[in-house]
């Protein structure tokens, strides 16, 4: 069955993006530099989090995706810091501050 350009482009918006920077980062989270699922197999378990969440930007360029693991992905939604860009360092509400351990793209 054919796929139309509209599909396509909507694969490609939501898709392609996420993937290809997992693929980048060798899905590994860019917080903490972990392969989380490494002991448990060859599947790889690593998320994609919009710095400016989708829902409020409908950005889903690259300059908008950080690659996660599950673990950060929840701390980053429960706490929501302030992700400062130049220094590419999570501000968390109780001043605690993370940096991206990799950074390839931002």
Known sequence: RLI???RISI??????VPLNL???YNFRCQICGQL?????????VVDAHH???????LNNNYNNVMILCPNHHRIVHTYRPLFKR???????PNGYK?????NLHL
Do not use: R, V
């Open 4 to 6: 139309s350009e509209s």
């Open 11 to 16: 694969y490609t918006k939501y898709f392609i």
């Open 22 to 24: 997992k693929k980048l």
């Open 36 to 44: 989380i699922s490494a002991p448990y197999g060859n599947k790889p």
């Open 51 to 57: 710095i400016e969440f989708f829902t409020q930007s």
């Open 86 to 92: 130049q220094t590419k360092i999570f501000e968390y």
């Open 98 to 102: 993370e940096k991206a351990l990799l």
